[in-house]
Structures are given as C-alpha cells and as structure tokens.
C-alpha cells in the first residue's frame, strides 16, 4: 500500500513499492523514468504534479534488517527491472504528456 502522499518543491510524492508502481504506470500509461547511483535504483514515474516513485537497492545492499525473503523479493524486483523495463525507461516525457 503506498505511504500517505507528501509535498515537495510543487510535487506530490506518491512512495511505493515496485509492484504498485508497475501497476499505476500500467493502468495510466505512463513513461518510467529511473536513476542508478550505483547503491540503489530510484525509479519514477510523472504523471502531471504527481512523482510516483520506489527504490530498488543494489545486490548487496539490501536493507540490514530484511529477512532471506525480503532479500529475495527485491533480488526478484531488481532482476525484473533490469530485464524488463530498464531499456524502456527515461525516454523523454514529451510537454504534452504533462
């Protein structure tokens, strides 16, 4: 369930988990947009004022506290992203789209 919205610089952040986040881009046909700092994949998504976003950690960095499962689900999650949508994602979102 996605954490209760907040503002920032003219923004409503939306934080989730990857799998909602699939699912809104999905349902509202938006373009997935996404940043690699080298510790974690911060993943995105604009629609109008509203910044959907998740993060995904990088292998290794997983949070101390999670449980094996924890740490297969986001291997899981990771694995998905880089097969399946990283190619796709930052094309440019065109002024019209927002």
Do not use: C
């Not at 986040?21 to 604009?46: C, E, N, P």
């Amino acid at each position: 369930m996605p954490k209760k919205p907040r503002p920032e610089q003219g923004f409503v952040i939306v934080e989730m988990s990857w799998d909602e986040l699939k699912a809104i881009v999905a349902a509202k046909s938006l373009r997935m947009q996404f940043v690699d700092d080298g510790l974690v994949y911060f993943i995105f998504a604009l629609d109008s004022s509203i910044l959907y976003r998740t993060e995904l950690p990088s292998a290794g960095r997983e949070p101390a506290n999670a449980d094996q499962v924890a740490k297969a689900k986001i291997a899981a999650d990771r694995r998905e992203f880089d097969q399946s949508f990283k190619a796709g994602s930052n094309q440019r979102i065109s002024a019209s789209a927002v």
